[in-house]
């Protein structure tokens, strides 16, 4: 069994956004780059959780980036990933890095492939969904749980409220969240062998932008909190009611 | 050329996410000077012709039992198939759970751009230039949609639901569903409560509650507010709440009217669920918290003191 994981390089959550060039483009200057959050602790380790209660299965990772990305998807394979493809371009919009990740999948023969249920750069949530529409295969976003039966997938979602479960067969695309796993830190013997393992760098593949990023802009300033006395309860309630309107 | 909104339900009734895409899709279709429609895939008991008051002149329902539940590669053959039928050219939906894993799957099947989680209506000055949160909500993006048809997913309480006169014409759209590979065995629903994401306020707590034993304080502050109930982080992974209240970067991100939090410190990931709130209020006894610097209002003091008192001086306006 073949399991292929959609990573991509975010900057730090703690980062500060900043951005350049007439606000067209982010500032990278002094930003710490990472595996996206929701990538890296729930698709990532459940896919090393199932190969780890059954070695024959090959975890895969893919990402769409330029040379700079390749220090975020060593750390996915010091993690316990086994080979990695890089295709070498810059994506902005999802479409475009739904194609090219296509287009590498559909010869790959793999019977799951788990993503993120968002980046938290651009919070997209979209590649899985067209990623699945490409390949023609089911799509079960927002998993919180996922376990395999042999080639049946058990899938818990949320839903406003609460839960759905679900069973597919495979071979399933699935974006993965809280709950699908636990986040883990990659040891010192998976860091050394992560050096070795093999990352295949391809070319994109012809497909269209269907998007463009005009601008960047940044909230409004908060005018900053207005304190209430704790004995004065009653200001806090009479503001919120009339000045704020939101009781 | 027209506006299809999706409008999306679940236990026989429409979602009030979809009220707000209906509303948003029908000020779309009039800044473009065309029709806007609703497309409804399976049965509801409310009445459809009622959401002409959204604005929309016609809802197309394409009725069959296989579309009661979601199954995106059904939903999206079913949604495109629809798109071609009725000639639209924008399709909006909500950034609910449903949309996001239907509307960039039906995008890739129309080859059509897709901006997710839209905050504002679109520029249509020289483009489709759609405004959208990004950075987890510390940005916004404008994005250019170059492509013929349009998809955008509207960000749930991010558009004022407008209601009008007016009602629409039902019309039956002849779409056999495909064959689904989804066989959905449970859902476990709590039972009247208010879904984080559509809630207009919502009471949320963190460690400084000390335990679950505590969190009758909050109940009893929500339920003069109708609020839904939340929670930080550490509080679901103590198992002191179930993690479908757990908000935050990797829990529900939510934009309420009002967000109540106490006895949360406000970690940056905290910050990232919750900051698309309208109005922030933070009770923290530690006034070094850094919620207080993303807050509207705050009290600095004992949550075990003021949360009664609160709950108090709430129902006196509340009636």
Known sequence: MKILVCVSKTPDTT???AFKDGNTRFDEAGVQWIINPHDEWFALVRAIELKEKDPSIAVHLITV??????????KALALGGDEAIRINAE?????????????VAKDGGYDLVFTGKETIDFNGASVGAMLAELLDTPYISLATKFDLNGTTATISREIEGGEEVAEVALPVIVSCQKGVAEQRIPNMRGIMAARTKPLKVVEPAAAENLTEIVSFELPPAKAGVKLVDAGNVAELVRLLHEEAKAI | MSVLIFIDHADGHIKKASLEALTYGAAVAKQLGVPAAGLLLGTVQDDLAALGKYGISTIHQANNEAFNHLDAQVYSKAIAEAVTTTGATVLVFSHNQTGKAVAPRVAARLKAGVVTGAVALPDTASGFVVKKSVFSAKAFAKVNITSAIKVVSLNPNSFKIEAGEGTATINQLAITPAAGAVKVTAVNKVSGEVPLTEAEVIVSGGRGLKGPENWGLLEDLARPLHAALACSRPVADSHWRPHHEHVGQTGVQVAPNLYIAVGISGAIQHLAGVNRSKVIVVINKDPEAPFFKAADYGIVGD???ILPKLTEEIKKIKG
């Open chain 1, 15 to 17: 980062s500060k956004i």
């Open chain 1, 65 to 74: 980036g330029g040379p700079e990305a390749e220090p975020i998807i060593r």
């Open chain 1, 91 to 103: 994506s902005y919009d999802s479409y475009y890095t739904a194609a090219q990740i296509a287009a």
């Open chain 2, 303 to 305: 949550a075990f003191e």
